[in-house]
């Protein structure tokens, strides 16, 4: 029997400002779907939450188009391939609604963005996608572990150097600006 995962979504922020949009998708939802997947999302949104709602309804119909239609095999090489399956799905969802997101904002979410944070359940294989200031932290009772990395600049100094290889000016934000938010995966056994 595979554990039971348990999204919860803690956010550490001073004043909220109701720009987090929480999704929470489990695969026997009852809702008629035959998602053979789970999927928790927080999408903290900046200057409004126009983004934040724009990619809470967007991501998991992005998602199904993308991830593998059956279930995770039992045996381990085909595993790892159906993992890379996985991970490719959930990056190209990514960066469709970030192309998506950037024609949003040149028009009617000027200025607007948000951080995200996603965790995708097929059997017992947990992918973890993050962008911005959200984190995941896999909560196994005895210890909780990061599963992902903190992509704030002045933060992570490969982001930067990346931006920078590709010509990117950016401003770096003082912390005190805000705090990030992050998604609690509970492993309930």
């Known amino acids: ?3 039971r995962f348990v999204a919860q979504c ?8 109701y720009e987090d949009v929480l999704l929470q998708a489990p695969a026997s939802a009852g809702d008629g779907s035959s998602r053979s997947f ?3 999302a927080l999408f903290d949104g900046h200057r409004g939450d126009t983004v ?3 990619l809470g309804s967007s991501l998991l119909p992005d998602l199904e188009k993308r991830l593998p239609a059956v279930p995770l095999p039992s045996e381990e090489p085909e595993q790892y391939v159906y993992a890379d399956a996985v991970r490719r799905a959930v990056t190209a969802a990514f960066l469709s609604l970030s192309m998506r997101v950037r024609e949003l904002t040149s028009s009617t979410a000027a ?3 948000s951080a995200a944070a996603v965790v995708v359940q097929t059997g017992h294989l947990l992918t973890v996608a993050n962008a911005g200031s959200s984190k995941c932290i896999l909560d196994v009772g005895q210890c909780a572990i990061e599963c992902s990395a903190d992509h704030r600049l002045g933060y992570n100094e490969d982001e930067e150097q990346r931006l920078d290889a590709g010509g990117c000016t950016a401003l770096v934000h003082s912390p005190q600006w805000g ?3 992050w998604i609690i995966v509970q492993v309930n056994v």
């Open 52 to 54: 934040a709602r724009f």
């Open 179 to 181: 705090a990030c938010c």
């Open 10 to 17: 803690s956010i550490a922020q001073q004043q909220q400002r």
């Open 111 to 113: 200025g607007c963005g």
């Open 38 to 40: 789970s999927c928790w």
């Open 1 to 3: 029997m595979f554990p």
